[in-house]
């Protein structure tokens, strides 16, 4: 079965300052990675995906995620964050249900704050 | 260009009541899932369905949880018998053929 990790609860960074949010996963097969943010009481927003090609992909709002086979990881990233940036962050891969269908197993999300 | 629509955004109900959550997908998507956030975890998987099709519902529970998404109208995700534990926001997505899912505002469920 596929999973996702992300190591860090929480992560605080200072306005204008670059951000990573980490992300490690397993899954069998090729990876199909996604980022998503959600604000308070809201639904999750799609930020960016990694389907096939290059490993820096770039997303909306700013964001990018550095895709490393090797490392099985897929780190969100930011050169300058914004205060506006703070929320919930979180990481996903696509997998088999083991039911006839492939969806998405998340993480247990990031909480980033960013400081002004 | 309305995107995923889901309501009610939020809805109290008494334990051993029914709750119905609709859920109306993007213009053009034929797909849809419903997923569950508990207080302070990710959000699960429950149920992918298309039009009059229950695909997989292996992240639903077995009993008092069902779904559909009918030939008109919107998908409902109906909960009988509430208990406290149902207390959390239910997510509906919906997607092309493609490989991206987009999510509603959320249906937060209480049950008092």
């Known amino acids: 079965a596929q999973s996702v990790a992300q190591p860090e609860d929480q992560v605080k960074v200072a306005e204008g300052n670059p951000l990573t949010v980490k992300c490690t996963y397993s899954?069998?097969?090729?990876?199909?990675l996604f980022w998503y943010v959600q604000y308070p009481n809201r639904g999750l927003q799609f930020l960016l995906k990694y389907i096939t090609g290059d490993n820096l992909v770039k997303g909306s709002y700013g964001f990018e995620a550095e895709f490393n086979k090797s490392q099985t990881s897929f780190h969100l990233k930011k050169p300058s964050a914004l205060v506006s940036d703070s929320a919930l962050y979180f990481c996903a891969v696509r997998g088999y249900s083991g039911a006839g269908s492939y969806q998405l197993t998340f993480g247990k999300g990031t909480k980033l704050s960013v400081i002004p | 260009n309305a995107g995923v629509m889901q309501n009610p955004r939020h809805l109290v109900r008494r334990r051993g009541q029914e709750a119905r959550l609709r859920c109306s997908p993007m213009?053009?998507?034929?797909?849809v899932y419903w997923y569950r956030q508990l207080p302070e975890e990710g959000l699960k998987f429950m149920v992918y369905?298309?039009?009059?099709?229950?695909?997989?519902e292996s992240g639903m529970p077995k009993e008092r949880f069902s779904a559909e998404f009918p030939k008109e109208g919107p998908s409902i995700l109906r909960i009988q018998q509430v208990v406290r534990g149902d207390s959390a926001a239910y997510f509906c997505?919906?997607?092309?053929?493609?490989?991206?899912?987009?999510f509603g505002e959320g249906s937060w469920l209480t049950v008092v």
């Open positions: 899954v069998s097969g090729n990876p199909y």
């Open positions: 997505a919906s997607s092309d053929s493609g490989n991206t899912i987009y």
């Open positions: 369905l298309q039009k009059e099709n229950i695909i997989d």
């Open positions: 213009k053009g998507h034929s797909h």
